[in-house]
């Protein structure tokens, strides 16, 4: 092939150098989410009640004057990636000028700390140096004959490891509220699939966390007996109510029975032999309600034939997020129809749920 022989080849090296160039400048676009987060520019402007000039943003986040042409770029990047979204108005400073100023956009919004919706805790988890500094070692990864994590091969311990090294590890804080916050936006799915849950005498929540998800049951069905079930250093410190409570232990070993276990975000952080090993506890636990039991997982479910491609990249995204911190896999339905009848389960449904996630109810 002639180098740029004619127009057609020319214009697809151009298109091909600019596909390439833009994934490779792709995580600039996340660090400066990450900044517009870290900086509270989303609660400047809600607190602010109406849009802002980048002077007045500069001067409540009170930066440097000098870094107002910064600032200015930094809008520049986030607007156009739907972030922000700026208007001209009549300059205050009068005289008949005219100013640019910036609006929240339904994204930012989500970074509004004050809103049971705020995902800051989810961009301050997602682009810690501890999830990002391991991608360096992948060469070394994909050379070693090993079953570990990228997160592993990098750090000499897992991920899991790591964060149960100390119960007062900020890294461990941030990995719950992260949690948390993303359990927080279930609160909407809840309203759309309460059916799900109706008439349950009690629930166990698996791997259910600091509770958060539990809670939002709890409010909604008072009567029922919720058990959040995690590692011991993870709920040792919690309180519970009349109706919920906290219990250590080990999924591995052996899960409280209850007419329903719950799997939230917990399955895709193990790879397949383990996740049956889950299940099958699962299954053990809701005997007692015969065929009436079930479980209940919210996960991703990977749907390249139905989904849009940035739902698609997105779920890729997370794949390769689970596979590399934690060895986990997100699965496609093939994926998860195996798993589910591995584990001894007579059937399931798949319903989408949460924008990007699924809800998969499993019957015994
Ligand atoms: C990704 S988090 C999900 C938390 C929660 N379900 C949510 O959606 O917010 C996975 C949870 O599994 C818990 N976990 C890990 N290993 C466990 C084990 N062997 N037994 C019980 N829980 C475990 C972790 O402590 C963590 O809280």
């Not at 079930?294 to 034939?305: H, M, Q, R, S």
């Not at 995204?317 to 911190?325: A, G």
């Not at 093939?334 to 019957?363: H, M, R, V």
Request: overall charge negative; glycine content about 8%; proline content about 3%.
């Amino acid at each position: 092939m002639g180098f740029c022989s004619n127009g057609r080849e020319e214009s697809e090296i151009y298109h091909a150098q600019i596909h390439l160039y833009k994934h490779v400048y792709n995580f600039v676009s996340s660090m400066a989410l990450k900044c517009a987060m870290e900086l509270g520019i989303a609660d400047a402007i809600h607190g602010h009640g109406e849009p802002m000039s980048i002077s007045e943003l500069a001067s409540a986040l009170k930066l440097h004057p000098s870094k107002l042409s910064v600032l200015h770029r930094f809008m520049r990047l986030l607007t156009h990636n739907g972030f922000f979204a700026k208007t001209t108005v009549a300059s205050h400073e009068g005289a008949g000028g005219e100013e640019t100023v910036y609006d929240l956009t339904p994204p930012s919004k989500l970074l509004i700390r004050s809103k049971s919706t705020c995902l800051a805790p989810i961009v301050k988890g997602a682009l810690h140096s501890s999830s990002i500094d391991m991608w360096h070692s992948s060469n070394k990864w994909f050379t070693e004959d090993k079953e570990l994590s990228l997160y592993e091969s990098a750090n000499g311990e897992s991920f899991w490891e790591f964060l149960n090294k100390t119960t007062e590890s900020d890294t461990l804080n941030m990995f719950h509220e992260a949690m948390a916050a993303d359990s927080r936006m279930f609160k909407m799915a809840l309203e759309e699939c309460k059916h799900v849950f109706e008439g349950l005498g009690s629930l166990v929540d698996v791997g259910g966390g600091t509770g958060a998800v539990t809670s939002l049951i709890n409010e909604l069905f008072p009567h029922m007996k919720c058990t959040v079930f995690d590692q011991p250093q993870v709920v040792s410190n919690l309180t519970g109510s009349e109706n919920l409570n906290f219990v250590g232990g080990d999924m591995f070993k052996s899960i409280p029975s209850a007419d329903a276990v719950l799997l939230k975000w917990v399955l895709h952080d193990w790879n397949d032999e383990l996740a049956v090993k889950i299940l099958k506890n699962c299954k053990d636990a809701i005997s007692g309600k015969g065929k009436e039991g079930k479980v209940i997982i919210v996960d991703i479910a990977i749907d390249e034939a139905s989904d849009d491609s940035e739902l698609t990249e997105l779920k890729l995204n997370y794949d390769l997020v689970m596979l590399t911190m934690l060895n986990g896999k997100e699965r496609d339905r093939n994926e998860w129809e195996k798993l589910i009848y591995d584990a001894g389960f007579s059937g399931y449904d798949i319903t989408p749920i949460c924008g990007f996630k699924s809800l998969i109810q499993l019957y015994p």
